[in-house]
């Protein structure tokens, strides 16, 4: 508990850091943002989850539910309690933000904030890396510059605070027992890729607009993607550059791993437990999801860890 207590602590802290900062009217400038404390790799409150060979295998698929039928303690029992993530229908067409945001309700709504924008010059968004760049400005300039083809540079807002909009989203139901930490909305003109990462929350995706590609694997298979610390960040990376041609010679361990691919489609919500490894491509020309992040609580997780050792180690975890 303390490893996995202090990896979230600099990662939330470093979060408010960036989400805390007040924009300010004015010419758009850069972000200078100090360096931070690295902390140690992160595991899970329990050796066996996170470094024991992976219970994923080459058939795994991820399950697909309905929220009509996901209760409190089905969704806690089958998935939070086991660290499995799961695509869940019907709660986004629920909310506002579903049917009335486009371009025109959102500059009307928020066109005057100011918000700091994430920029890059290949559409490659690594965060808390030593070539991120924030610009501040308000949204309008944002989706201006976000929409025109002809720009250069790319734009993304990404884990952005927008109180104005939380009125048009809400949590579901069956979620409700998760210990809320902070709502954060992502909204970008398609082709941002997020490399791949993992963060020591939970969270639970929604996409409002486009699509995005997942790549996902179990938090057990850190090694087998050789992770490495990169400048500035509270969390780990990974030293292969592209997963679509992983190079075999340099990364052997790879053949190991059980990548698990799927897409992410507008109208539908990812849990994605704690520490999973997760690379994130938006697609389409208008991609918006917004996300709600979770720190469970130390009851829940010696909940977990009883639930998955019963159901993964039967006798031997006893």
């Known amino acids: 508990m303390v490893i996995i207590g ?5 990662f939330i802290s470093f979060l408010f850091f960036k989400i805390n900062l ?3 009217s004015g010419e758009s400038a850069n972000i200078d943002f100090p360096s931070l404390p690295i902390p140690s790799p992160p595991r ?3 050796e066996t989850l996170y470094l024991s060979p992976s219970p994923i295998d080459q058939d795994f698929e991820i399950d697909v539910v309905h929220a009509s039928s996901l209760t409190l303690n089905d969704f806690y029992r089958h998935y939070v309690a086991t660290s499995t993530p799961v695509i869940i229908k019907g709660v986004v067409p629920k ?12 500059v009307n709504r928020i066109g005057k904030k100011f918000v700091f924008a994430d920029v890059s010059s290949d559409n490659v968004f690594n965060f808390y890396g030593d070539k991120w760049i924030l ?9 201006t510059k976000c929409n025109n083809r002809a720009e250069k540079k790319k734009y993304y807002l990404a884990a952005q605070v927008i109180p104005e909009l939380e009125g048009d989203v809400s949590l579901p139901q069956f979620a409700t027992f998760l210990d809320p930490d902070v709502t954060l909305f992502w909204m970008g003109c398609g082709g941002q890729l997020t490399p791949i990462h993992n963060d020591p929350l939970e969270n639970l995706m929604g996409i409002v607009q486009g699509e995005k590609e ?3 694997f179990h938090p057990s298979e850190r090694e087998l993607i050789y992770p490495i610390q990169k400048p500035r960040s509270p969390v780990l990376s990974s030293q292969i550059d592209d997963f679509n041609a992983v190079d075999l010679e340099s990364y052997p361990l790879y053949r190991k791993a059980h990548p698990i691919r799927f897409t ?9 437990p704690s520490y999973w490894w997760h690379q994130v491509t938006s697609l389409g020309n208008n991609n918006i999801a917004v996300n709600y992040w979770f720190h469970p609580s130390s009851s829940l997780y010696s909940s977990l860890i009883e639930s998955w050792d019963e159901k993964h180690l039967g006798a031997k975890g006893k």
């Open 95 to 106: 909310w506002k933000a579903y049917t009335d945001w486009n371009s025109a309700y959102l």
């Open 6 to 10: 202090f990896a979230a602590g600099v």
């Open 22 to 24: 007040t924009p300010q």
């Open 214 to 216: 997942f790549l996902i």
């Open 264 to 272: 992410l489609r507008a109208g539908e919500m990812l849990y994605l």
């Open 44 to 46: 899970s409150c329990n």
């Open 135 to 143: 610009k501040n400005m308000t949204y309008k300039e944002f989706n």
